[in-house]
């Protein structure tokens, strides 16, 4: 009776090994570990006390992959009398990009202070429903300023730029209590390799980051905050003043640091074009509203809501219907 119910026990660990090789390629070496261990030679004891320990890794490392990242969820959001978001819920997911997509004053920017725990004084808001990060509530549980600790914001512009390429970067590692020199210029190789980003700030790590022309700065900034190591990186309009070559590598460097950070990239911007060559997912707002949020190929001309349609369709936010219902 024991060895059939542990026979049972190990198919049905087999079965969940194989379903996970199946359906993804982030678990696959556990997933082929627990299917070598279940196999004839490895009968022995030990073998089979093992199944539960590699079980259990299957089961954490799905879950994991299957968790969003960030869960917002009914949230609204009140800057004294204006109530600048209002019952949004989306999902942010790790190594992939997620574009908040809408014209000028819709909340995108404001969404981003929140998920960034970067909004103004508590007297001035009035925060309702859930920002979740990791699991547990972003201003509940963890509180500000953890949560800050977990995401980096790009800020453009500042007195930083007047800092070399390398100090700007060395100084948010520094931060993170590193400061042995070999291992400060590692991680600042890591970054740029992260950004795909080694020729065009490789060469110019001695030079002033406002010496360098729109495409470098920005990059350079992105370097900045992703020296933090963050679970999360948010941008605002990051192709703004940028040419649309620059523009396409832009939406490939961030791509590039979700795919090799596994960070979830966040990107708050009002250029329909930008979010369609750059994000994996996208969220359309609509006077502090969410209308739809989704894989970007589903937010399409072919979509039910008719606001996902016009910003599927528009070249800029200037021509958008949107501006027709006084989203700006």
Not at 40 to 46: I, R
Not at 221 to 237: E, G, H, N, W
Not at 290 to 306: F, H, I, Q, R, W
Request: charged residues 25%; contains cysteine; glycine residues 8%.
């Amino acid at each position: 009776m024991l060895v059939e119910k542990r026979s049972t026990e190990t198919r049905e660990i087999v079965e969940a090994a194989e379903r996970l090789l199946a359906e993804s390629a982030a678990p696959r070496k556990v997933a082929r570990d627990v299917k070598k261990a279940c196999e004839p030679p490895h009968s022995s004891c030990a073998a089979r006390n093992g199944l539960g320990v590699l079980a259990r890794r299957v089961a954490c490392e799905s879950h994991e992959s299957a968790t969003p990242l960030v869960r917002v969820r009914k949230f609204t959001l009140r800057l004294g009398a204006f109530t600048s978001l209002e019952d949004v819920s989306f999902d942010i997911a790790k190594g992939k990009v997620t574009a908040l997509c809408g014209p000028r004053g819709c909340g995108i920017a404001a969404m981003l202070d929140a998920l960034g725990c970067t909004l103004p004084g508590a007297r001035a808001v009035d925060m309702g429903g859930l920002i979740e990060l990791c699991g547990h509530d972003a201003y509940r549980t963890l509180g500000a300023e953890r949560a800050r600790e977990k995401v980096a914001r790009v800020f453009f512009g500042g007195s930083f730029e007047l800092q070399s390429v390398r100090n700007a970067i060395a100084f948010s590692i520094r931060q993170r209590g590193v400061h042995d020199d070999a291992a400060i210029a590692a991680e600042i190789n890591r970054v740029l390799r992260s950004l795909d980003a080694e020729r065009r700030l490789g060469d110019h790590l001695d030079c002033a980051v406002s010496s360098l022309p729109a495409l470098e700065r920005c990059l350079a900034s992105i370097a900045r905050a992703l020296a933090k190591r963050p679970l999360a990186l948010l941008v605002s309009d990051p192709a703004t003043g940028l040419d649309q070559v620059d523009s396409f590598t832009m939406s490939q460097a961030l791509q590039s640091v979700a795919r090799k950070t596994e960070c979830a990239v966040v990107v708050a911007t009002s250029d329909p074009r930008f979010a369609r060559i750059c994000a994996d997912e996208g969220v359309v707002f609509v006077q502090g509203r969410t209308v739809e949020a989704g894989p970007l190929p589903k937010l399409n001309s072919a979509s039910a809501d008719y606001w996902t349609r016009a910003f599927s369709k528009a070249e800029s936010y200037s021509s958008c219907p949107f501006l027709m219902r006084g989203g700006a």
